[in-house]
């Protein structure tokens, strides 16, 4: 399997096309251990940021991979876990600005941004995508599942003071669990927050991959719009992507290198080996070899079987 391998992809996005993703920190390292992530649970929770990597050892890889990825319409920052948690992210970002004109997205929870520092280097990017879960204290702690000494007052007044400051996209995202954020009441309450926040867009979305825990129930697709036409947003839902990439000439290593930081089910698998001209034996192989990984977890959810780091 590829090892410490910072750029994956390209992988489809809904909300920004095809994207080159790109790690700085390592596995499922974050400030949250969300009930919901796709990613599993949380393996290491820290709200110290660290110099995990070279900043130009990232670079150089991302620089590698868009020359044969030239046609690709993002390059995300979204790590295997909280990305703001990088030390070195404002000089990844002027770094990887220094040799494309592509546009920088950073794909964050926002709860560092009551760091003055933090807020700087994320302004670089050129999109900025910060979810917004909790509707108060009580719903952030229970969806989140916060670092310990992280205040909510502090991380949402964080985040509104960043979008103020911001001269680039800002993207709000709101992930909607049932039963936890989407009564009428965290309606109401979401919108008093939504007004205060400076945003381009606003995206509503509900697990559709299996979450980190098993009690965590998605929205009905009618509940999701009905809050995105208050907010006049988007729900994620009824947006279209396309297939997955990678410049990986080994089917199997190709298929780890995304689903370690992506996960993907079996039909995005079998549609991407095809995509790479691969025949049903060998198609057959990547799928036996994935039962042997004890790296990767195979799940079942929603009638599909998807695959994700362990």
Known sequence: MVKNRHVFGPVPSRRLGVSL?????????????????????TRYMSNKRTMFYPVDKIAAQVQAA????????????????????YEGLGDLIDAIKSFTDKPVVLITNAALFYDK?????????DIVLPSLDGYDETSWKTINRPYGRLDYKSVLN??????????????????????????????????????????????????????AEG?????????????????????????????FGSDIKDNYEAVCSIIMRHPMN?????????????SNTEQEVVFSQLKKDGSITAIEYKGFVTYRAS
Not at 234 to 243: F, H, K, R, T
């Open 117 to 125: 520092q933090v807020r700087h280097e994320s302004a670089k990017a």
């Open 21 to 41: 993703g790109v790690s700085p920190i390592p596995e499922k390292t974050c400030n949250y251990t969300c009930t919901y992530c796709q990613l599993g649970r």
């Open 66 to 85: 868009l020359k044969t990825n030239s046609s690709i319409d993002v390059i995300s920052l979204v790590g295997e876990g909280e990305p703001t948690l």
């Open 215 to 243: 009690f965590v129930e998605p929205c009905s697709h009618e509940r999701v719009r009905a809050f995105a036409k208050k907010f006049n947003g988007s729900a994620i839902d009824e947006l279209v992507s396309i297939g």
């Open 158 to 211: 964080g985040l509104i003071e960043f979008s103020k400051e911001y001269g680039g996209q800002l993207w709000l995202e709101i992930m909607l669990i049932r039963g936890e954020n989407d009564s009428d009441k965290a309606l109401k309450a979401f919108s008093s927050i939504v007004s205060k926040i400076r945003h381009d867009r606003l995206y509503v979305n509900t697990p559709v991959r299996p979450p």
């Open 266 to 278: 079996a039909f995005e698998i079998e549609s991407f080996l095809k995509s790479r001209h691969a």
